[in-house]
């Protein structure tokens, strides 16, 4: 009995005699009031953790004219893009946030599908409207996914990746933006309906039928296969948006045959005539996708099509150093940082331009040139105590026939 009057709470210090409860432990003990005061820090502090995370999203809306002027800061050119793409988004939220009216009149969300060429600013675009909203964003390739039962992933792993970026908090994920990138690559393998399985094309597209049009979703929360004993977490993809890129590569045939760009007559503009065939993609509708290989329902619930232009010789010397966040500027600032000053001639921006072109590769092909000729610079130059570079015509053109990239054929 003494030894048992002995016992005491490890954390307020009180006596046996003193509580009511005193529960026992490995090598202490812990009386009922500490345990009351323990459960009231802890939901405090869940509280405090939840409400932390909702302000890091807390999306502001902002007008088109705004994130048209925004994106701007960071995309060269596209203006029809921007302009689609801000009403679109701005009507998106203003969706979300709008007050429930008694009226039967019911919002529907405006996902996107955007066309252009590889490296005219499908993904950049997505993001920094991401990015300009607060909203959690996240990239996922649709080439991944199978239809369920298949090897690969489900549809629904998208969203994990969603949950992943906001910390699995679910209400921010419910409003966030979702860039399915590579849409073209699960066409169905022909226009007419199969009546075997599509297994990476067709089917991939019915998957996405209802995620995309707004409906509770059970999501793996490490992504991959379902399985019977995971515990899931319930997604409404209702107000998250769904914007949807690929080059779709050959379309420009499928619109040529549906535009007739083959007048001819005194009176025919040859100029325009021309301009139009090098981009046909400004003529793009849903008809045009659906021929591609893209299912008639898929369409129905990526009701906004935009296009991207492709980038002429002008909009690409502009990438080079116009954005706020472009290319020469970054590059000026790694050198910066190992006390080097770049001078670049106005020469060079030209022959950059003028290869990219060639080798046909976008924004991403000016990346791949300024890789080339700055290698050799970015590895012996830090540490060798020279405080400027100077890049002319004929260092430029010496590194590139020097590199693999030369070895590209022109198409």
């Given at each position: 009995m003494a030894k048992q009057s002995n016992l005491h709470c490890s954390f307020c210090g009180r006596s046996r005699d003193e509580v009511k409860i005193l529960i026992a432990g490995q090598e202490g003990h812990i009386c009922e009031n500490c345990v009351e005061h323990a459960q009231e820090i802890i939901v405090q502090e869940l509280q405090q953790r939840q409400e932390s995370q909702a302000s890091q999203y807390r999306f502001n809306i902002r007008k088109p004219l705004e994130v048209k002027e925004f994106l701007d800061q960071y995309i060269i050119g596209q203006d029809d893009a921007k302009k689609i793409l801000s009403v679109a988004v701005y009507n998106h939220y203003k969706r979300i946030t709008q007050k429930v009216q008694n009226d039967d009149v019911e919002i529907e969300k405006s996902n996107i599908v955007m066309v252009g060429e590889t490296g005219t600013g499908k993904t950049l675009l997505a993001k920094t409207i991401a990015k300009l909203l607060n909203v959690p964003f996240a990239i996922?390739?649709?080439?991944?996914?199978?239809?369920?039962?298949?090897?690969?992933?489900?549809?629904?792993?998208?969203l994990t990746r969603l949950l992943q970026v906001c910390n699995y908090d679910v209400a921010a994920a419910e409003k966030g933006i979702v860039y399915v990138d590579e849409i073209d690559k699960i066409a169905r393998k022909g226009d007419n309906p199969s009546i075997t399985r599509d297994v990476s094309g067709e089917g991939v597209q019915q998957g996405l039928l209802k995620m995309l049009e707004g409906t509770e979703v059970l999501v793996p929360p490490q992504g991959g296969r379902k399985h019977p004993e995971q515990k899931m977490i319930k997604v409404n993809t209702s107000n998250i948006l769904f914007i949807c890129g690929g080059a779709f590569d050959g379309i420009d045939k499928v619109i040529a045959r549906r535009v007739n760009t083959n007048a001819i007559g005194f009176n025919v503009n040859k100029s325009e005539q021309e301009f139009q065939r090098k981009n046909m993609l400004q003529f793009i509708n849903a008809q045009d996708l659906k021929s591609f290989g893209l299912i008639p329902e898929l369409l129905g619930r990526l009701p906004v099509v935009t296009h991207l232009d492709p980038l002429d010789a002008d909009t690409l010397r502009s990438i080079l150093t116009q954005p706020k966040n472009s290319l020469i500027k970054q590059y000026n600032r790694l050198f910066e940082l190992e006390g080097i000053q770049l001078v670049i001639d106005?020469?060079?921006?030209?022959?950059?331009?003028?290869?990219?072109?060639?080798?046909?590769?976008?924004?991403?092909?000016l990346r791949s040139i300024c890789e080339h000729i700055l290698t050799d610079a970015m590895f012996e130059l830090p540490g060798s105590g020279v405080k400027e570079l100077h890049i002319d015509l004929d260092y430029a053109e010496n590194k590139l026939k020097k590199s693999k990239l030369s070895m590209l054929k022109v198409a």
């Open positions: 996922v390739d649709a080439t991944v996914f199978t239809e369920a039962g298949y090897v690969g992933e489900d549809v629904e792993s998208m106005e020469p060079v921006y030209a022959f950059m331009v003028q290869k990219a072109l060639e080798f046909k590769l976008g924004a991403r092909g």
